[in-house]
């Protein structure tokens, strides 16, 4: 695999940096089957979205078909993650249904600084992790309708094992108990996906009105 720029210790790995005034940090999480990476694209592909960057996170999990290295995530083994931690290279890491997953830091610092919002797709680990270290960040949590959708959706995926499955639905049950650690909550109706995208914008816009000066540090 080829080493892409966020492989590299940069110089801003290390030392706090402050964003452009009005920037914004946004976690968006969930338990797996809510729908995130639907939502997110169809945020992608809304025109009125305002300057973003999407953060691709690294992991050490298999690639599935149909995903992208550097597009869906950044694929690496356990070696180059553990090495990319100790460097300081990553906002938050936490090993989530046997596998690791992690933020670049570097592309956080770097839309930050050029003014643009920055929008994290993590788990629950990481979105209180990021909380601790970026106090102003902004969380919101993705639910489906119910837990009984939300299993059938897990399921409907087909992309894991039985016992994979297993995991994840316990898993999603403690997750779903962490909705307080949230700035907003939002409902993944089913099929209504660009609602929900919608529905998110919305938030953001609302954040850029209450605070036009905030600057983030990171």
Same mark, same amino acid.
């Given at each position: 695999?080829?080493?892409?720029?966020?492989?590299?210790?940069?110089?801003?790995?290390?030392?706090?940096?402050?964003?452009?005034?009005?920037?914004?940090?946004?976690?968006?999480?969930?338990?797996?089957?809510?729908?995130?990476?639907?939502?997110? *694209?169809? $945020?992608?592909? !809304?025109?009125?979205? /305002?300057? =973003?960057?999407?953060?691709?996170?690294?992991?050490? @999990?298999? &690639?599935?078909?149909?995903?992208?290295?550097?597009?869906?995530?950044?694929?690496?083994?356990?070696?180059?993650?553990?090495?990319?931690?100790?460097?300081?290279?990553?906002?938050?890491?936490?090993?989530?249904?046997?596998?690791?997953?992690?933020?670049?830091?570097?592309?956080?610092?770097?839309?930050?600084?050029?003014?643009?919002?920055?929008?994290?797709?993590?788990?629950?680990?990481?979105?209180?992790?990021?909380?601790?270290?970026?106090?102003?960040?902004?969380?919101?949590?993705?639910?489906?309708?119910?837990? *009984?959708? $939300?299993?059938? !959706?897990?399921?409907? /995926?087909? =992309?894991?094992?039985?016992?994979?499955?297993?995991? @994840?639905? &316990?898993?999603?049950?403690?997750?779903?108990?962490?909705?307080?650690?949230?700035?907003?909550?939002?409902?993944?109706?089913?099929?209504?996906?660009?609602?929900?995208?919608?529905?998110?914008?919305?938030?953001?816009?609302?954040?850029?009105?209450?605070?036009?000066?905030?600057?983030?540090?990171?």
């Amino acid at each position: 695999m080829s080493e892409s720029r966020a492989d590299v210790a940069r110089p801003h790995s290390r030392r706090r940096a402050v964003g452009a005034p009005g920037a914004l940090l946004v976690v968006i999480s969930g338990p797996s089957g809510v729908g995130k990476d639907a939502v997110i *694209e169809a $945020l992608r592909l !809304r025109p009125e979205a /305002r300057s =973003t960057h999407y953060v691709v996170t690294y992991t050490t @999990r298999a &690639r599935r078909a149909g995903e992208v290295d550097g597009v869906s995530y950044h694929f690496v083994d356990p070696e180059r993650f553990s090495a990319m931690r100790a460097a300081g290279d990553l906002l938050e890491a936490s090993e989530v249904h046997g596998h690791w997953y992690g933020t670049p830091r570097d592309q956080v610092v770097d839309g930050l600084i050029l003014g643009r919002d920055v929008i994290l797709k993590i788990d629950v680990q990481g979105a209180r992790k990021v909380r601790r270290r970026v106090p102003q960040a902004v969380l919101i949590f993705m639910v489906a309708p119910s837990p *009984e959708d $939300l299993a059938a !959706r897990l399921r409907g /995926r087909a =992309t894991e094992s039985a016992d994979e499955l297993e995991l @994840r639905e &316990r898993d999603a049950l403690r997750e779903l108990a962490r909705q307080s650690d949230y700035d907003y909550i939002v409902v993944n109706e089913t099929d209504q996906v660009d609602r929900t995208a919608a529905r998110i914008e919305e938030i953001i816009e609302a954040e850029h009105r209450a605070h036009p000066d905030r600057r983030v540090t990171v």
